[in-house]
């Protein structure tokens, strides 16, 4: 099945400055990759999202690139701001399999006023 | 659009006991729903998948008499925890897909279940 690794596990940051979070993932059939942000105790919001067919997608400070060669892709945050504080996850799922979602291990971002 | 509610938000039970959450897709149908429990600071984790009329799909592991799903319909999907343990505590949340041709999923706010 699909595995989707998740780096860094940490990362703090300043407000302002930019955040990097990477995945990789191992079935190269996937063709879906979310990113979902989680704050304490809520539900995952899905914040951006990239299908197989494309290489990059962005979303005012938000954007994520894919590597399908490489397998694998990243979520890129800038200008960050306090309230982008959260846990990110990302995660990857194949059509044929139902779109069942695997998810990384997650990202806990703090960024310092 | 895209809303899932679930309910209740927060249980406790007594140990032996079982639960039973719901969640439903409240503005569109949802041809198939997801079941995750989350551990504290982990990730979330598949339980099964949950097709309206038809059987659950079990995740590897997890045990289909333990923890039953039934989808009845295009907005409602329950699970129960039967014989609920201190261990099953968790918090338990569930998505839902609106049509075979979309992957999105749409989570509800999840459930914190606490065995004592």
């Known amino acids: 099945g699909e595995n989707v690794e998740q780096h860094p596990s940490t990362l703090s940051v300043q407000e302002g400055d930019s955040a990097v979070i990477k995945c990789t993932y191992s079935d190269s059939a996937s063709n879906y990759f979310p990113w979902y942000k989680q704050e304490l105790g809520k539900r995952p919001q899905l914040i951006i999202d990239i299908r197989s067919n494309v290489g990059e997608k962005k979303d005012q400070r938000i954007a994520v690139t894919l590597n399908k060669t490489a397998k694998h892709f990243s979520l890129h945050i800038t200008e960050t701001q306090p309230e982008d504080s959260a846990v990110y996850f990302c995660?990857?799922?194949?059509?044929?399999?139902?779109?069942?979602?695997?998810f990384g291990g997650g990202t806990r971002v703090l960024v310092k006023p | 659009g895209a809303v899932v509610s679930q309910h209740p938000s927060r249980v406790i039970c007594k140990s032996g006991t079982s639960v039973k959450i719901e969640c439903r897709s409240l503005?569109?149908?949802?041809?198939?729903m997801f079941w995750y429990r989350q551990f504290p600071k982990q990730s979330l984790m598949l339980m099964a998948t949950s097709n309206e009329g038809s059987k659950a799909t079990y995740e590897q592991g997890v045990e289909k008499d333990k923890f039953l799903i039934n989808h009845a319909s295009l907005t409602l999907s329950t699970l129960t925890v039967t014989s609920a343990h201190p261990e099953d505590s968790s918090f338990y949340i569930c998505s839902a897909r609106s049509g075979l041709a979309a992957p999105e999923q749409f989570f509800g706010p999840g459930t914190r279940l606490t065995v004592l």
């Open positions: 995660a990857a799922s194949f059509g044929a399999a139902g779109n069942k979602l695997t």
């Open positions: 503005d569109f149908q949802a041809t198939t």
